[in-house]
């Protein structure tokens, strides 16, 4: 395990980083060109003032899910991976965003969608019938037979309440900000998670051909036709490189987001930030 330390937009991220979930273990370069975008005027983060946004394939490490988080204008911040990613997931945005985190437990029923609203001076989790929670919203979500669920279960992080961050006005940047750690496989129902949202966030998920179809469908189905899809692009997986350009275009249309645009270094020719769109 190793540790590294980013600065976006004045604000500073520490990030855990080991192999022991493989490749999603580390931050790679798509993740940082992602963040830097985020953080950057032509982002224009008060456009989207109470939007909801989305990472997909975030990793054990959900970069870019936390500068989104760290900007202040989302109402929502959900960070998605399989379940082997999950817990150190869950570390890394809670070390980041103390209080403001939340996960998804894997215990409920298929059908169920189960949302606690608590109280923010409660420093108990919520339970059912806890007295932290202010309110229940249950509703059961239809699944297609067969395919597991991807459930929400929001309460209050249990992260220690100590884990730093750089200044008063980063805390303060995110008090209006939910964040949810939620399992979401890209072959799987994502109904649980309210769909669409407005912002979809992807960095470095490019790599197993099979799977391609898969994430393009998922990218579609939590999205909108005026959702922002951000796709930080690094050709590293020849052939998923080549299977996920091919199936694009049957989803979205997409142009490429210059770097000089947005502050960053000009990058080699394998490296890119595209806005994808839905096809009219």
Known sequence: MWSRLFTFGGRQVRVEE?????IGGTVWEGGVLLAQYLSSTAFAAERYQGARCLELGAGATGLPGIVAAQLGCFSQVVITDV???LEALHENVSANLPCHCT????CLPQTQTVAHKCNPSDTQPCTDNGPACLGTDRSNSMQNPGQPANHVYQHRSNADSTAQLDTDRQ??????TEVLVAELDWACDATALSLPFDVVLLAD???VPEAMQSLLACIHATSGPSSLILLAYYKRFAQAGEQFWKLLPDYFEFKKIPETSFGAKAQPDNLGLFKLTWKT
């Open 83 to 85: 379940d082997e990613c």
């Open 18 to 22: 080991g192999w022991g979930v493989g």
């Open 205 to 207: 998920v490019v790599y």
């Open 171 to 176: 805390s303060s940047t995110v008090q209006a």
């Open 103 to 106: 996960l998804a437990p894997k």
